[in-house]
């Protein structure tokens, strides 16, 4: 079956902006998670998403933001984007909203702030 | 809030040894700890997990133990190959989300 899907894959933008990042799950997924991903400091938590409601979230600035459609592909969007938002933002989907269900990444999307 | 440490940050080993990351967490009511592996330019990947019920659990080539008393857990990986290079992350449950490791690159030297 088909994996999970990001898109962009790369995106450049300039301090200020808004930028919106696309996720579609894995085909009967009704979980997704978004990550931040820096080098040296793993993954952190955004936010879940199941059944279009938000289950969680991390400790990110309102800034951050997401929703989740019926078909549960997901979107994030950051607004007034600042030169420490440049991350790889990976996508998880999982079966269920429970931590100990295997969750499936996506190939993440690079984000560039100039 | 919770915190996972893991060391080490980069791992050289010779191809055919062992190779072993350690981990340490601070919630005490952590229950699921898994391992999840990264290759360049894709995401990571859950190679083995953990409960808190269980102190070790292998799968071929690669072993995860727990300490509940100490609150570390570590991943082995016995005769590492060239495909084994990768990024190694380890997670804690905490609060509803996974807390995550920074990471160890593992690299297998020919």
């Known amino acids: 079956k088909a994996g999970v899907t990001q898109t962009p894959r790369y995106l450049i933008k300039t301090r200020g902006q808004q930028v919106t990042l696309s996720c579609s799950p894995i085909s009967g997924h009704r979980s997704v998670s978004w990550y931040q991903q820096t080098p040296g400091q793993g993954l952190q938590f955004l936010f879940e998403y199941f059944s279009e409601t938000q289950r969680n979230k991390g400790n990110f600035p309102g800034r951050f933001s997401g929703r989740q459609f019926s078909n549960s592909r997901s979107e994030m969007n950051v607004s007034t984007l600042e030169l420490g938002d440049s991350a790889l933002y990976l996508c998880?989907?999982?079966?269920?909203?429970?931590?100990?269900?295997?969750?499936?990444f996506g190939p993440g999307t690079r984000l560039t702030v100039t | 809030g919770e915190n996972v440490e893991q060391h080490p940050s980069t791992l050289s080993v010779q191809e055919g040894d062992s190779a072993v990351i350690k981990c340490t967490y601070s919630?005490?009511?952590?229950?699921?700890f898994p391992w999840y592996k990264q290759e360049l330019g894709k995401g990571p990947q859950l190679i083995i997990d953990i409960r808190s019920n269980v102190g070790e659990k292998k799968d071929q080539r690669i072993a995860v133990t727990l300490n509940k008393t100490a609150k570390h857990f570590s991943l082995h990986i016995t005769e590492t190959q060239p495909e084994d290079s990768a990024v190694y992350f380890c997670a804690a449950s905490s609060n509803y989300q996974l807390i995550w490791g920074a990471g160890t690159k593992l690299i297998i030297k020919p």
């Open positions: 919630d005490s009511a952590s229950n699921y």
């Open positions: 998880a989907s999982s079966l269920r909203s429970d931590l100990s269900y295997e969750q499936y």
